[in-house]
Nanobody, 119 residues
Framework: QVQLVESGGGLVQAGGSLRLSCAASGRTFSGYAMGWFRQAPGKEREFVAA????????YYRNSVKGRFTISRDNAKNTVYLEMSSLKPEDTAVYYC????????????WGQGTQVTVSS
């Protein structure tokens, strides 16, 4: 059974930092891109960041560039999201996903972890 389990969410003040982790299990993820998405209350889920298997070209949504860093440890099947200079508008449930060719709708998803940034 494939599982993606996020951790590291919580409550933080604006300007603070958090590190999210996502551990994947249940199959080999060789060749899979890993990504982070988020969904704020009343809004649609949106892309945050993604990193290919080779880790050579991560990419981000514009609003988090320079503040968030995605990385992965393929030996541990784990992807991370380092978030700094957090803003109240970063408040959302954060989901990780794994997919071939970044076809996220056909991939695997975690259950999400809540990130709340207070002003």
């Amino acid at each position: 059974q494939v599982q993606l389990v996020e951790s590291g969410g919580g409550l933080v003040q604006a300007g603070g930092s958090l590190r999210l982790s996502c551990a994947a299990s249940g199959r080999t993820f060789s060749g899979y891109a890993m990504g982070w998405f988020r969904q704020a209350p009343g809004k649609e889920r949106e892309f945050v960041a993604a990193i290919p298997w080779s880790s050579n070209s991560p990419y981000y949504r514009n609003s988090v560039k320079g503040r968030f860093t995605i990385s992965r440890d393929n030996a541990k099947n784990t992807v991370y999201l380092e978030m700094s200079s957090l803003k109240p508008e970063d408040t959302a449930v954060y989901y990780c996903a794994a997919a071939l060719g970044s076809r996220w709708t056909d991939g695997y998803w975690g259950q999400g972890t809540q990130v709340t940034v207070s002003s």
